[in-house]
């Protein structure tokens, strides 16, 4: 197959099926009419090695980033389609230091390499670009991008945030919810605030302690994986989660799985969709 023609997928789960276009792949799982009972459906997405590295030492910047060898053009698509479908998309304290080299309107989705998405949202209802919410508990933020954001933007932060930073961030424009006590921001509180927002579908792009966070909270709904098949060893690295154990039945059951043979010189991977599995 040549790396210029459309890509394709195969689907393997729930039904082995003949290969699809690998375009529109999620925009049909219609995550933005998925909320429930005024709860907002949280969702998630992470590329991973096969040795589950999400992030790894740039060789060049010595700093922790999504690994160059196995970002890849399609997972990509399919992650802006994710982003197409949120009305707030949700990143961490981290993602927003000072120092960036892009605004920030160009490091959050949706891009513009993407151009069909933007009308699919206006035929969804939805608004041109989805909000932005940061999770962090130092508030040490890039103030100067808040202020020239150019789409409504939150901070979920914790009681014992800095007073003079929640007043900066405030004052920038940002709208600062309270969602746990000390330092950190508790899931459960942090669903609570998206709901009491109106939030339907809240794409969280943040990384292992997020989503450590949601999930001692039992706050996520649906975990979306891309896992690149090569391993990439290495000392540095992050994997999904980071924090304590977490309690047994933190479970998912496997909703979709889609194998992608390798294009060109690119490698094969797969797209696993997997739900959150709840007692009854
Ligand atoms: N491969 C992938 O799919 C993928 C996906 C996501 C991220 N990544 C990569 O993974 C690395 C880590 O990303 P990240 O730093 O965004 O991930 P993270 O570990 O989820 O975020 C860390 C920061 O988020 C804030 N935070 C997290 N949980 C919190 C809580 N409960 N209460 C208050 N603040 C909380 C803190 O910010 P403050 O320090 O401001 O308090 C903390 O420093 C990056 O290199 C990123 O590029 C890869």
Redesign the pocket.
Known sequence: MSAAAPAVVRPLHPQPLEEKPLQGLFLEHRLDRRAAGGAPFIY?????SLDG???VEGADTG?????RA??NDDDWRL?QELAAQAEVVA???????PGADKPLAERVPLDARHPDLAPWRQAAGLSPQPALL????????DFDAIAAFDRPLYI???DAAAGPARARAEQAGAEVWT??AG?????GQ?RAALGRGGFGSVYV?????????LMVADALDRLYL?QAHCLLGGRNY?ALV??DGLPSGACFELAELYYQAPRGQGLGQQFAVFDRRRAA
């Open positions: 998630t997405n992470f590329l991973a590295r999400i992030a700093r922790l980033g999504v690994p196995i970002a992650f990143v961490s304290g981290q993602f927003l230091r940061v999770v962090s508990g130092r508030l040490d933020l979920a932060t914790g969602c746990g330092a950190r921001v508790d899931g942090l792009v943040a990384g292992p302690q997020v989503l450590h966070t891309t992050q980071e924090g």
